[in-house]
């Protein structure tokens, strides 16, 4: 993408943040964000002062989208993505994910704004039966409030798509970890050996096993498919092998310097963190291969990569 107008939803966000980075040189980008991520603009202040970013803090659930002028493409990465609380609020995941995508459809449709990129989720698939699994496995059956808003997004864009000659193209990504993280397995395991570095809580039984991506292959990714693609597609990002929770306390262990840390293990319903989470996470991704795309990072090395990354953010938080 070069000499555009983008939008970018979330922009101050974990992805989206790195989004910015991306496109800021060569591009024209609009960034709509809450702030709603526990740092505020820390993630984007360095950009604040460039002539190519315009930022509007502002909530997508009630913002006047008639403000927008002459946007060529949206990247919509905005969403409540903590998938581990759904149970508890799951009308927040509703409102955040289903409402507000259809909010940026409404204005796209009125002012003839012609593609998308959606960071859709690997969550949509719920406990699939075959794995790797690929983009055309069904039925759906989320077991997570996210994994459903997603799912749901995801039919939105496609109808739009047909209804008025949009391209979007729909991401489901593995876990996505690195510079800027907020929440997830890496971020929960450094702050709480912080807090005490001889004992770690780990939810479930540790042997959960998900596919990583680093977040630079992740928006590398999808720059790089949007670009290949001429039409409304789904594809699975993420890498070929998967990592366990307990490899990736060991991970953090490592890098965190410590020795003889106990580990100790909540159990769950089959092992599992929590309500919702889906135990093994494998996604095929022969389609992604087949564009021409190479991961920089194996889901080991995007996790160990994170760690390190992440550490170091943690140890200098203003």
């Not at 042997?207 to 928006?219: A, E, F, L, N, W």
């Not at 995007?302 to 990354?309: G, I, K, L, P, R």
Request: hydrophobic share 35%; charged share 25%; proline share 2%.
């Amino acid at each position: 993408m070069h000499e555009k107008n983008i939008l970018i939803t979330g922009g101050a966000g974990f992805i989206g943040s790195n989004m910015v980075e991306k496109l800021l040189p060569d591009n024209r980008v609009t960034v709509i964000d809450n702030l709603n991520n526990h740092v505020g603009e820390r993630f984007i202040r360095a950009f604040k002062g460039n002539k190519n970013l315009e930022f509007i803090n502002a909530d997508l659930l009630s913002f006047d989208f008639s403000k927008l002028k002459n946007i060529d493409v949206v990247i919509h990465l905005a969403a409540n993505s903590d998938v581990r609380y759904g149970s508890e609020d799951p009308v927040k995941d509703f409102e955040n994910n289903v409402v507000v995508t259809e909010n940026i459809l409404e204005y796209m449709r009125k002012k003839d704004v012609k593609q998308i990129l959606f960071a859709s989720s690997s969550t949509v698939y719920g406990e699939a039966s075959v794995m790797p699994t690929p983009e055309n496995y069904g039925p759906y059956m989320p077991i997570s409030s996210y994994g459903a808003s997603k799912m749901s997004n995801e039919g939105f864009i496609t109808a739009y798509s047909h209804y008025y000659g949009m391209r979007g193209t729909i991401f489901r990504f593995a876990n996505i970890v690195g510079k800027n993280s907020t929440h997830g397995v890496i971020y929960d395991f450094i702050n709480k050996l912080m807090k005490n570095p001889s004992e770690l809580e780990i939810l479930g039984d540790g042997t959960q096993r998900k596919s990583y991506m680093h977040v630079t292959d992740c928006v590398d990714s999808m720059i790089y498919v949007h670009e290949k693609f001429d039409k409304t597609d789904i594809i699975n990002l993420g890498n070929r092998d998967t990592t366990s929770v307990k490899t990736i306390a060991d991970y953090v262990v490592k890098r965190m310097g410590l020795k003889n840390v106990k580990y100790n293990y909540t159990g769950g319903i089959g092992g599992r963190g929590w309500k919702g989470d889906i135990k093994i996470t494998h996604l095929a991704i022969d389609k992604l291969l087949a564009t021409g795309w190479k991961s920089k990072y194996t889901s080991d090395e995007s996790v160990d990569t994170a760690v390190q990354e992440t550490i170091k953010q943690l140890k200098n938080t203003d």
